[in-house]
């Protein structure tokens, strides 16, 4: 990234990687979690003999699915991150209507959190309840309320420590288009505030 450039002036690709080093930076040490550039398909990834880090790989090197990966990330709770994908099942597109309220049902909360990052980044946000193929049609709008209205709870009531360090750092860096370090530091000064739980 150009040192004369401004967050908001540099590529999508520099976005990305700044994107990239925020999260290292932030939780490689604290939390033994990495954000990787990945293939078609997202995943998360315990670490094992191979890898000293957790790793939440992100669809294309997409903006958006590294924030999305990142809120569920954020949701999962200790035991969870000790699972490939954190132990959920995922169907693919083509659910009937019932698997489709599930998945949406579970959705919910991070795209909750996805979209307060989102924010934090001035970025557009857009929910993801598509089936395609599937045999039902999908109220993306009533999806879309209901993901709203999370986010607004937790604009209230907070987010957890550790995606609360992340969106005032990703405020800092990509909102006010402040310091790499300036982030990264206050994110750190939060979860050591919060005494780094899970």
């Known amino acids: 990234m150009s040192p ?3 967050i908001s002036q540099c590529s999508e690709d520099e976005q990305l990687e700044a994107l990239i080093a925020l999260f290292d930076a932030i ?18 990834c315990p670490r094992d003999a191979g890898h000293p880090y957790h790793r939440i790989i992100f669809a294309h090197g997409f903006f958006a699915s590294a924030l999305h990966e990142i809120s569920h990330w954020c949701i999962a709770g200790p035991q969870r991150r000790m699972l490939e994908d954190y132990g959920y099942w995922y169907l693919p597109d083509g659910r009937d209507r019932d698997q489709q309220q599930a998945f949406e049902a579970a959705e919910v909360a991070p795209q909750a959190v996805e979209l307060l990052l989102t924010e934090a980044c001035r970025r557009r946000f857009n929910v993801s309840a598509d089936n395609l193929g599937g045999s039902v049609e999908v109220d993306r709008e009533a999806f879309r309320l209901r993901v709203e209205a999370r986010a607004a709870w937790l604009r209230t009531n907070g987010l957890s420590p550790r995606a609360a360090a992340l969106h005032r750092a990703l405020g800092i860096r990509f909102g006010e288009g402040a310091s790499f370090e300036r982030a990264r530091d206050q994110a ?11």
């Not at 939780?27 to 550039?37: G, S």
């Open 4 to 6: 004369t450039l401004s």
């Open 27 to 44: 939780f490689a040490d604290t939390y033994a979690t990495r954000l990787v550039r990945g293939g078609s398909e997202p995943l998360y």
């Open 188 to 198: 750190r000064a939060m979860l050591e505030a919060a005494g780094m739980p899970a």
